[in-house]
């Protein structure tokens, strides 16, 4: 079993549609959590940042993590065809190894006009 | 620069070749890191550097790489003897690690290297 598990997809939605995208894990260490999207062809740019359990919002993306469940989620309301990439969970311990991302395998998302 | 360059965006060699990589972080980062990126996978950590050392090097997967960082500014990964299985997308990222816990890291655009 790999630390981080995520459904790679495809997932296809309509344009306005609320996306939810999810990873588990298993490392119970992980402190951090992060969603970074990656477009065709270039580097993961960072999303959200999230320590430790909660909610966070940023304008139509929101993260939850549920660390009890060991599990993550990024939620994007409005979906535009801009947000068609693909979506890496990544996360790391608060230990001295901090810089070591754990990435999942990444969902492609397509939002269709 | 405004942001991590890598070159070449592309690479092909043949099996059995040497290659090297090349990072430009953003200026005045001190934390430098590559991953690796096989096709339809999340990108899988090599080797850290804080400054000029390399601070954890336990991902590179054999002794056919090797990673620089001389001036603690620009990076190098070499791979000598390529293989096929060494065909992926090698990402450099970078951070202005103080040793806070919400740096963030910051990825080039990688380089796509194919090995026949």
């Known amino acids: 079993q790999k630390e981080v598990e995520q459904d790679p997809g495809p997932l296809s939605v309509p344009e306005g549609a609320i996306v939810s995208l999810n990873c588990t894990y298993s490392n119970s260490a992980f402190q951090y959590f992060m969603w970074y999207r990656q477009y065709s062809r270039k580097g993961p740019e960072l999303l959200m940042y999230t320590y430790s359990s909660g909610n966070k919002e940023d304008g139509r993306f929101t993260a939850q993590v549920d660390k009890s469940s060991k599990y993550i989620s990024l939620f994007i309301r409005d979906s535009q065809p801009s947000d068609s990439a693909t979506y890496l969970c990544?996360?790391?311990?608060?230990?001295?190894?901090?810089?070591?991302?754990?990435f999942g395998k990444g969902t492609l998302l397509t939002v269709n006009p | 620069g405004a942001g991590v360059s890598q070159t070449p965006s592309n690479k092909v060699t043949e099996k059995g070749k040497y290659v090297e990589l090349r990072c430009d972080p953003i200026?005045?980062?001190?934390?430098l890191y590559w991953y690796r990126q096989s096709l339809g996978q999340g990108p899988e950590f090599l080797i850290y550097f804080q400054g000029t050392g390399a601070a954890d090097d336990s991902g590179l997967p054999n002794d056919r790489f090797f990673a620089v960082r001389p001036e603690g500014s620009v990076s190098t990964l070499k791979i000598q003897r390529t293989e096929r299985g060494d065909s992926a997308v090698y990402l450099c990222?970078?951070?202005?690690?103080?040793?806070?816990?919400?740096?963030?890291?910051?990825f080039g655009q990688g380089t796509r290297l194919t090995v026949v």
């Open positions: 200026s005045g980062h001190t934390a």
């Open positions: 990222a970078s951070s202005d690690d103080l040793g806070r816990g919400n740096t963030e890291a910051f």
């Open positions: 990544a996360m790391r311990d608060s230990g001295g190894s901090n810089y070591k991302l754990t």
